[in-house]
């Protein structure tokens, strides 16, 4: 045989690991080296190493960038082996990243314009466009200025400009978006959340007190139980599946609940089916099973949540309403839903939970009616199949036993998407699964920094770190504050929303400086006011825009022409703005919407702007992920051609506006005037690091505080220094401590080091609040400060402090009456909410049929849909519910491959090549009753518009028995749309309506009604 | 027993997330070719001269009426007596030849010497393919540029969950068999795929066919 004698001609020359391929004989180079990338290796290893973080999805793995020495290009991008949430690991997405750099021929590198009726982009300058826009901005701002509502109260508020994203910029471009945004006086302020996460930080917040994910992506493999619903972390988040993995290798189960058997499902233990928008009634069975076979946590919720509490006598539940609705305004008056107080204040308290009023027992006959058989019949899923997942899941209520829930937007993008997250938070609580690791409420965001863009808030309803929009009623500074600073009688509530006199007043300061000051309310005059009652947020801004109110639109990162619910709205709503200004990395369906399916180009009198963006790699900045880590990251390449990152668009842009304002004036020019805007280097160009200092925030003068002092200039070193006085600045008060005294960026490390061994990494990048890795900690311990399950102690209270992760508050365990407090420190209460009586639909979360529903009645209540969602009334808000031309439920959803609407993705070969075009996934019954098989060409079609695209029959999806009948549900993703590969198919959101969750606007994605055939 | 490099790839850990597939066309810069929804989520269609990793699909119901979805992450499974390198080398004996150290299976410049289709047929596995343009034979190369300098194959790396780990194949085999072992407690069809005659070993839980075609031997 020949091997023998060809292994020693090709092979004897690559002895031993480690030695270069370039060191071969000559005679083994050519077998060798022929595949392309055998030199990759030797570019590869001297080439220069840059950290960077992934933009897709909000897990936000770490990447290393090489970076050629002669060209200084980026040569090859694998996931960083020393990140510890995904260890080089990366999806598809992930992997591609290369063809996210300047490499990518379809990169946008040129400013380009389109003019009035044109039909074609010019090649303009920068300078040339910023004045343009400049110039524009400043037309309509003047112009269209409002200093006084119908009230007659001064609100300094444009509304005919609005302004969309981005979840896919740094922290600091986000912040100096909401900074720039607000000295305009702009109040449609929105981006990416509003679609996206929006219910989770209203539910959570509610809920918990913090709007954000409890624990942190690694914690999942802490779990005992990992419970997938409203998600499909496996394709939509696919690193959160390592440590899932991990968790089940040391034998914890995995369970999916889904309308669609998915990638996850394929790895789960138990996967059930259940009609998409049915998650309430699926998850109120689980509460009652709970409730019923005493699976919950007593000491816990005694303790630690709001169940012993006695409710006020006027409050009741009947059909389907709760006390105080009305009808003419399709709201609740919410005075009922209150605590009997007792003489101190303080709410009244049956801890043996004995009284029918305490918040137990009125949960118990809420969900009492919840049985087997009724939540089966709404949600089609078996009984057999909720009888295991109920079982499996609630064993978690065990002191020793953690169990966590994965969701995502199959939840959120519900009419009903804040009761579906508080639905499970309760169970969460109930199970004492909240504060301890391997629990928690996982609410995994979608966009690579969109928990980062919600905490800058680019959202019309909240300032950086989740202080609230002012309202109009609001005149001073001292009525805002009185309005939004809470109060609490608890004598053991640590109620820390005191401090917001702090937050605001220093946010104040960072905006706005001297000319923020004791005597002018901190120039809190300067911030644009909405009135009592207005919403301005994503669905408000296209309406406005579709009745032409809105003149000029700025849109970065974020493409709302196929994002958008009922996106043909979204489309025809910019051909009636007078110029839109489109920032991003490539072109997109909303920069190119006037050459779009039936579009006139000429007929189109908008100009549009489109400007060349940095993509991540080619600039330095923080993202945070998901789990609240912020990671920096660093430029391993330049932006191509005349592309600038969007801190540099915007600096520059601002700086035009204040030059124009200085020199000709204009209406109320003084926030504009006034705002700091010195986040440039010696160059003059966009500074992240400066940025990012001033968030985190200043001494503006000698301070003491205790027995610390501070020197001016210094950093804060976290929020317990700042003051209501105007003696220091910060930009967010949540990014407080991310820098220490002297300077040093902790969001920068890379230390290793795991002290509790259950992957927390303290001293690897920094989370806010404080470095705190998991929220509530404080709740994983007993009254005395001992860990329930000494397994997973994150924190402990040993010799007098505490030891661990960083406490939730400093003080002492509970036990301690005079100094302890209770661990839902952002409640005033102290104590999670069971009972949860801020949110617009009623404090029990409740079933209710989407706005598009099948059914002609409830299967529980008088009560069809949400008595109080958010519908729209122009002549494309259509709705179709029961109609029989569109009897099929249908979904829509992301694949791994793609993101979002993928106006990244689709512009990658790699990823395209993997899924290239649209697809409705239906179910092999489906295909027999219509006569389609897998592979046809069929149409979707709802009341609001229709879409083409690919029939893909399964057994991953089934008909379900609903109400007694056979439903048919069918599901299709939205990553595709008309602009680019040519043949890829529209977005599924022409098909989707604008509705949405009264709480937060946030639209129903999930759950419509829509006919499928042949084509 | 064969010294060198190993590959496990437990399906029972895969998500089918195609960080693999995408890796190794990073690492290798191979093309992105144009493709068609056809009705399944594997795209491309097959293994060629663009694509040397690629993660299969297959779907259908269990006995107990339950849907099941296997993913494949198929690549060479560098034979431990590669019947390709026997037959390149009857044609062109410099066209294959196997690593001395590491075990890996590869194909040089001369391949295209040798009749595609027979090569092609006396793989068991069917991984050879052939350049369209140059003729040349082609399939995954175990990343020898990495693994000869201390890098995991791109594949190896990117993978998130575990599926896929690359290691000494006495470390490997053992690994498998006692992953085999475990699996079989729930799945009592679980294996190894030709254990003893390949580096790049599958496990699956069920029958082999049910993941592709040419899953076995």
Not at chain 1, 14 to 26: D, E, I, M, Q, R
Not at chain 1, 373 to 391: Q, R
Not at chain 1, 544 to 552: A, P
């Amino acid at each position: 045989m020949g091997v023998t004698r060809r292994e020693f001609l090709f092979i004897s020359g690559t002895v031993g690991a480690g030695l270069a391929l370039s060191t071969l004989g000559v005679d083994m180079q050519p077998v060798l080296a022929y595949a392309e990338g055998l030199n990759k290796i030797d570019q590869v290893k001297s080439a220069r190493q840059t950290y960077s973080l992934c933009y897709h999805c909000a897990v936000t793995c770490g990447l290393v960038c090489s970076t050629d020495a002669k060209t200084g290009k980026v040569i090859n991008i694998e996931g960083d082996p020393d990140n510890p949430i995904n260890e080089g690991s990366l999806c598809a997405k992930g992997a591609a990243s290369l063809q996210m750099s300047a490499r990518n021929e379809h990169r946008l590198t040129r400013v380009l314009y389109r003019k009035p009726g044109g039909d074609k982009w010019e090649v303009k300058t920068w300078d040339w466009a910023l004045t343009q826009i400049a110039r524009k901005i400043k037309a309509v701002r003047d112009k269209e200025f409002i200093v006084k509502n119908a009230r007659g109260q001064v609100v300094n508020r444009v509304e005919a400009l609005a302004h969309m994203g981005s979840s896919k910029l740094d922290n600091e471009e986000c912040w100096m978006i909401t900074t720039a945004m607000r000295a305009l006086g702009l109040v449609y302020l929105d981006h990416q959340a509003r679609v996206c996460h929006g219910p989770s930080v209203a539910s959570l917040a509610e809920s918990l007190g913090r709007g954000s994910m409890t624990n942190h992506v690694i914690d999942i493999g802490n779990s005992d139980c990992v419970i997938v619903m409203g998600a499909n972390s496996a394709e939509a988040h696919p690193i959160t599946f390592r440590w899932a993995m991990r968790a089940k290798e040391k034998g914890a189960k995995i369970i999916h609940v889904d309308p669609r058997f998915t990638r996850t499902s394929a790895v789960a233990d138990h996967h059930a089916f259940l009609r998409a928008g049915t998650d309430v009634a699926f998850v109120g069975g689980m509460i009652k099973y709970i409730l019923e076979n005493n699976k919950y946590f007593e000491e816990y919720i005694r303790n630690y949540t709001n169940a012993s509490f006695i409710v006020d006598e006027k409050f009741s539940f009947k059909d389907g309403l709760f006390s105080g609705y009305d009808p003419t305004a399709r709201k609740y008056d919410k005075s009922s839903w209150v605590f009997k107080l007792d003489a101190n204040g303080v709410p009244e308290k049956d801890p043996t939970f004995q009284n029918p009023r305490c918040v137990l027992q009125m949960m118990k006959a809420h969900y009492a009616r919840y049985d087997f058989e009724k939540v089966s019949s709404i949600t089609g899923t078996p009984v057999e199949d909720l009888k295991t997942i109920y079982e499996v899941y609630s064993s978690t209520g065990a002191r020793d036993k953690a169990g966590v829930i994965l969701y995502a937007l199959g939840w959120t993008q519900h009419t009903v998407g804040v009761q579906n997250i508080r639905s499970f938070t309760i169970v969460q609580l109930l199970l004492g699964n909240i504060g301890v690791s391997g629990g928690g409420v996982a609410a995994l965001r979608g966009q690579p920094n969109v928990q980062g863009s919600t905490d800058q808030a680019i959202l019309a309803h909240i300032l950086p770190g989740y202080l609230k929009t002012p309202m109009a009623s609001l005149t001073t500074l001292d009525e805002y504050l009185a309005k939004n600073t809470p109060k609490t009688r608890e004598p053991q509530s640590a109620n820390w929303y005191q401090n917001t006199p702090k937050y605001m007043v220093s946010l104040l300061k960072t905006w706005f400086g001297d000319k923020a000051t004791q005597e002018n309310g901190f120039a809190y005059s300067y911030l644009p006011k909405v009135d009592d009652g207005q919403v301005t947020t994503l669905l408000d801004q296209i309406d406005k825009m579709y009745e032409g109110k809105i003149k000029g639109f700025t849109c970065v990162g974020q493409n709302p022409a196929c994002s958008n619910p009922n996106t043909n709205k979204t489309r025809k709503a910019f051909a009636k703005l007078d110029w839109m200004v489109h920032i991003n990395i490539f072109d997109n369906e909303t920069a190119s919407f006037w050459k779009g399916p039936g579009m006139d180009p000429k007929k189109i009198k908008t100009e549009v702007f489109l400007l060349p963006a940095a993509a991540q790699m080619e600039k330095a900045g923080s993202m945070s992920n998901t789990g609240r880590w912020l990671q920096w990251k660093y430029v391993a390449e330049k932006p191509p051609g005349d592309a600038l990152s969007m801190g540099d668009i915007l600096y520059r842009l601002v700086l035009k506006l204040k030059d124009l304002y200085k020199k000709e004036k204009g209406t109320f020019a003084a926030p504009i005037l006034d705002l700091q805007w010195n986040y440039a280097d010696a160059r003059g160009m966009y500074d992240s690091t400066a940025v990012a200092k001033a968030m985190n925030g200043y001494f503006l003068e000698d301070v003491t505080v205790g027995d610390k002092s501070f020197k001016k200039g210094q950093c804060v070193p976290g929020f317990s220094y700042l003051q209501a006085d105007g003696k220091t600045s910060c930009g967010i008060w949540i990014h407080c401590g991310s820098f220490t005294q002297d300077g040093t960026n902790l969001i920068a490390r890379r230390k290793k080091d795991d002290p509790t061994g259950l992957g927390l990494y303290p001293e690897w990048a920094w989370a806010w609040p404080m470095n705190r890795r998991i929220l509530y900690n404080r709740a994983s311990v007993d009254a005395n400060g001992q860990p329930w399950d000494p397994k997973r102690a994150i924190l402990k209270w040993e010799g007098g402090k505490w030891v661990g992760d960083v406490p939730d508050g400093p003080w002492p365990p509970l036990a301690d009456k005079e100094k302890g407090k209770l661990p839902f420190i952002m409640k005033p209460d102290g104590v999670a909410s069971l009972f949860g009586p801020g949110l617009a639909e009623g404090p029990f979360p409740e079933h209710y049929e989407p706005l598009e529903s099948p059914l002609a009645k409830s299967l529980i209540s008088g009560q069809l849909a949400s008595p109080v969602i958010r519908i729209f009334k122009s002549d494309c808000d259509k709705i179709a519910a029961c109609d029989p031309r569109f009897h099929f439920v249908c979904s829509t959803y992301s694949c791994t491959e793609h993101w979002c609407t993928g106006a990244d993705t689709r512009w990658q070969p790699w990823l395209t090549e993997a899924m290239p075009q649209a697809y409705v996934e239906v179910s092999k019954e489906f295909g027999e009753l219509r006569g389609i098989k897998n592979g046809d060409k069929v149409k979707v079609e709802s009341v609001r518009g229709k879409v083409e695209c690919v029939a893909m029959v399964t057994t991953r999806l089934r008909p379900l028995k609903v109400g007694g009948q056979t439903l048919h549900q069918v599901g299709i993703t939205y990553n595709y749309g008309w602009l680019f590969p040519k043949d890829c198919g529209d977005s599924a959101n022409l098909l989707t309506p604008t509705a949405g969750d009264p709480n937060t606007g946030t639209p129903e994605y999930r759950a419509f009604m829509v006919n499928v055939t042949k084509v | 027993m064969a010294k060198g490099k190993s590959i496990l790839v437990d399906t029972s850990r895969c998500t089918a997330c195609r960080g693999c597939q995408v890796a190794c066309k990073q690492w290798k810069g191979l093309p992105g070719i144009k493709t068609k929804q056809t009705g399944t989520y594997q795209n491309p269609p097959d293994l060629s001269a663009q694509t040397l990793k690629l993660v299969r699909f297959s779907e259908g119901l269990k006995e107990n009426g339950k849907p099941y979805w296997y993913f494949f992450s198929e690549q060479c499974r560098h034979c431990i007596e590669p019947p390709c390198v026997d037959t390149i080398g009857g044609y062109a004996p410099e066209g294959a030849s196997k690593d001395k150290e590491t075990g890996a299976v590869l194909f040089g410049p001369k391949s295209k010497e040798a009749p595609f289709e027979e090569v092609r047929t006396s793989c068991p596995y069917n991984i050879p393919r052939q350049d369209e343009k140059t003729k040349v034979l082609v399939k995954c190369n175990l990343c020898i540029d990495r693994i000869t300098n201390n890098r995991l194959p791109s594949c190896v790396l990117s993978c998130p969950t575990g599926a896929m780990v690359f290691g000494e194949r006495d470390a490997i085999l053992d690994q498998a068999k006692k992953r085999v072992e475990f699996l079989k407690q729930a799945y009592p069809k679980a294996q190894a795929l030709n254990l003893d005659e390949v580096r790049v070993i599958y496990i699956v839980t069920d029958d082999p066919k049910k993941y592709h075609e040419y899953a076995v031997a």
